[in-house]
T-cell receptor
């Protein structure tokens, strides 16, 4: 089954304790992206990657890091989480070939992060 | 800069009645428009998209959307709502030149009641 998986699904942590949210896709997609969803703000892009070792900032990259060492994986790293990073996080992927601009994105189930 | 507006936080409709969820966009260039749906405790799922061609596009679960270039709108519609359509709906836009960026609206919660 084609899917994007994220782990963990729920995470409660304390300020300053480094954490990683993993994302993996099994569709051989080149493009992967991280979003955060906050009430009244919709989804905002954090980082994206067009392929292995190619990453770039989205709209709200501050406080986050990513890496793309393998095509299927795109982990999100919070090196020193703060309470304003409490949010619902989604990973997504899509193909690049055959008309990327019109390609739909496939989303993971989300990770609800609470930073106290 | 590209942006998407969903002017209604919530839309309420009775089952069996037609529904419309509104979306307007602002871009420089030709837009590529998408609708996604989010059910409780789930990720977003693709519903439909407008790339080019026919202004009326049909998607999953009986949904359709009409692209109106003059009004810069892409409203989501369904002729007969179901209780199971209750969910959070997001409109999104992409533009050539900034194709890596998919800009979402703030979402509209659709509540369908018996």
């Amino acid at each position: 089954e084609a899917q994007v998986t994220q782990n963990p699904r729920y995470l409660i942590t304390v300020t300053g304790k480094k954490l990683t949210v993993t994302c993996s896709q099994n569709m051989n997609h080149e493009y992967m992206s991280w979003y955060r969803q906050d009430p009244g703000l919709g989804l905002r892009q954090i980082y994206y990657s067009m392929n292995v070792e190619v990453t770039d900032k989205g709209d709200v990259p501050e406080g986050y890091k990513v890496s793309r060492k393998e095509k299927r994986n795109f982990p999100l790293i919070l090196e020193s989480p703060s309470p304003n990073q409490t949010s619902l996080y989604f990973c997504a992927s899509s193909r690049l070939a055959g008309g990327f601009i019109g390609a739909e994105q496939y989303f993971g189930p989300g990770t609800r992060l609470t930073v106290t | 800069a590209q942006s998407v507006a969903q002017p209604e936080d919530q839309v309420n409709v009775a089952e069996g009645n037609p529904l419309t969820v509104k979306c307007t966009y602002s871009v420089s260039g030709n837009p590529y428009l998408f609708w996604y749906v989010q059910y409780p405790n789930r990720g977003l799922q693709f519903l439909l998209k407008y790339i080019t061609g026919d202004n009326l596009v049909k998607g999953s679960y009986g949904f359709e959307a009409e692209f109106n270039k003059s009004q810069t709108s892409f409203h989501l519609k369904k002729p007969s709502a179901l209780v199971s359509d209750s969910a959070l709906y997001f409109c999104a836009v992409r533009v050539t030149g900034t194709a890596s960026k998919l800009t979402f609206g703030t979402g509209t919660r659709l509540q369908v009641t018996l």
